[in-house]
């Protein structure tokens, strides 16, 4: 891609991801365009639908979340119980900047023709992976599976998209990971 090209293309993504935060996933590709001061068709020649510019906008979120997750697995110096209560945080805080994005992940986990799929796919697998370790340690409930994982992240960050209940998100974020663990009483849900 030529150097203007990327340019282009990483102004657009600038102004999308700014559109999409304050405006929600369904904000208008016209409106977009109109922000980035280019035409719908230049928008459409980068991205030619809207979960393609979603996937562009949202994969290197996805790929951090992930990538979060492995470092959370590898470390010594964490147990496994607060390795998962820690990526489910920072999940659900990413989740939340982008308002209406869990129902799109939602979606997209079950459709593979989904330009999101192949994304949300890795995202859940990576928090599989804590749950299971967590487990694994016995420190984590034995029946819950990634999929619902999953489902939690999409929950709690619903709730922080709810300007009634968002007072409440970090109290029920604090319920929920109690659930979700055997012996929450050891373990510091928020962080310091």
């Known amino acids: 891609m030529r150097a203007d090209a990327r340019k282009n293309r990483d102004h657009l993504l600038a102004v999308a991801g700014t559109a999409i935060a304050e405006q929600g996933v369904d904000v208008s590709l016209r409106d977009i365009a109109r922000r980035a001061d ?9 991205f030619p639908t809207r979960e393609a510019l979603l996937d562009a906008l949202l994969r290197t979120s996805f790929d951090e979340l992930t990538a979060r997750a492995d470092e ?7 147990s496994p119980e607060e390795a998962l209560v820690s990526w489910l945080r920072e999940c ?7 308002r209406g994005v869990t129902v799109l992940m939602a979606a997209a986990i079950e459709d593979t023709e989904s330009a999101l799929h192949a994304s949300c796919v890795t995202l859940r697998a990576a ?3 804590l749950l299971t370790r967590a487990q694994a340690a016995g420190g984590a409930r034995s029946d819950l599976d990634g999929t619902e994982l999953f489902a939690l992240v999409a929950m709690l ?28 009483g050891n373990l510091r849900t928020r962080p310091e």
């Open 38 to 46: 280019v035409g719908l068709a230049t928008l459409l020649r980068h």
């Open 72 to 78: 959370l697995e590898a470390s010594a110096s964490v």
């Open 92 to 98: 659900v805080a990413w989740t939340t900047e982008y």
């Open 127 to 129: 928090g599989a992976r």
């Open 157 to 184: 960050a619903w709730l922080g998209d709810q300007p009634a209940l968002a007072p409440r998100a970090d109290h029920l974020f604090d319920v929920v990971a109690s659930a979700i663990l055997t012996d929450a």
